[in-house]
């Protein structure tokens, strides 16, 4: 398609129950990226694949977060047992390489009740 | 680890004023830098970016920045403010490993425009 886009767009989730956010990215982009967005604050760095593989998982805040990129191409962002403290909009990013900039999906708002 | 500041999290200026956002950046080698802004209720979008090159970039929507590295800055300006301006603006940077260029993004100013 012709940017990256993001599902749900809103996804309200019971404090316990698990969520997947879906990622589809740029056609042909190596790179995709997740970042966490609080309210009132920039985006932080979660994870990073390039193709299926996930170089760098530094910014996870727990392992109840887990990310997946199975053919290189969508992802999903799985978050176990929600914590209201998980209550964020989630960003998906792709990109041919770093040089080029990056492109942005509209995010998830997750509301964690 | 490189980080950014942005100093202040609101700057409200007139219509057809200068705008100025100020970014400060830290990094132990030379970075990318870019200007993203987000309407409400949307993703990032991509203002302009230095990579190398010329240090004074432009972007859309009338934005330029310029790249002083003995500052340590990437400032934001446009010569005259629209309404549709009003946004929250983000200041990043990035390390260009290669493979794991993620960007490390400041707190954000708020802009508001007045009639």
Known sequence: GAGVSQSPRYKVAKRGQDVALRCDPISGHVSLFWYQQALGQGPEFLTYFQNE??????????????AERPE?????????????EDSAVYLCASSL??????????GTRLTVV | AQSVTQLGSHVSVSEGALVLLRCN????????????????????????KYTTGATLVKGINGFEAEFKKSETSF????PSAHMSDAAEYFCAVSVPTGANSKLTFGKGITLSVRP
Do not use: C, E, M
């Not at chain 1, 390489?97 to 509209?106: I, K, L, N």
């Open chain 2, 75 to 78: 400032h934001l300006t446009k």
């Open chain 2, 25 to 48: 950046y830290s990094s132990s080698v030379p970075p990318y830098l870019f200007w993203y802004v987000q309407y409400p209720n949307q993703g990032l979008q991509l203002l302009l």
């Open chain 1, 72 to 84: 290189g191409s969508v992802s999903t962002l799985k978050i176990q047992r929600t914590q209201q």
């Open chain 1, 97 to 106: 390489d770093g040089y080029y900039g990056y492109t942005f999906g509209s």
């Open chain 1, 53 to 66: 593989a996930q170089l760098d998982k530094s910014g996870l805040p727990s392992d109840r977060f887990f």
